[in-house]
């Protein structure tokens, strides 16, 4: 029987740095790639969460700290090619 490993037996150095390499080459093919792109129709949205707390629940003392509160995603879809352009 073949021992499988959990999530703890991994070293995290390992897994950031493949993360950030597998980011960048993502990065790198994209700007190659993604040029004169042919969008007739784009859908814009936007996607809504909190960091720490809601803004609501925010002290007075935090207020306006960077890194706090809401935070706002917006993003936007190719509608036929289902491409979202960077």
């Not at 390499?21 to 040029?35: P, T």
């Not at 700290?65 to 352009?85: C, R, S």
Request: charge should be positive; include cysteine; proline fraction near 2%.
């Amino acid at each position: 029987m073949r021992a499988t490993a959990r999530i703890g037996d991994v070293s995290y150095n390992a897994v950031h740095k493949l993360l950030i390499d597998a980011g960048k080459a993502c990065s790198d093919y994209q700007d190659k790639v993604f040029r004169n792109l042919k969008c007739r129709r784009l859908k814009l949205d936007e996607i809504w969460a909190f960091v720490g707390r809601k803004a609501a629940n925010v002290s007075t003392e935090r207020r306006g700290e960077f890194g706090i509160g809401d935070v706002w995603t917006w993003t936007a879809i190719d509608a036929d090619a289902k491409l979202m352009p960077p």
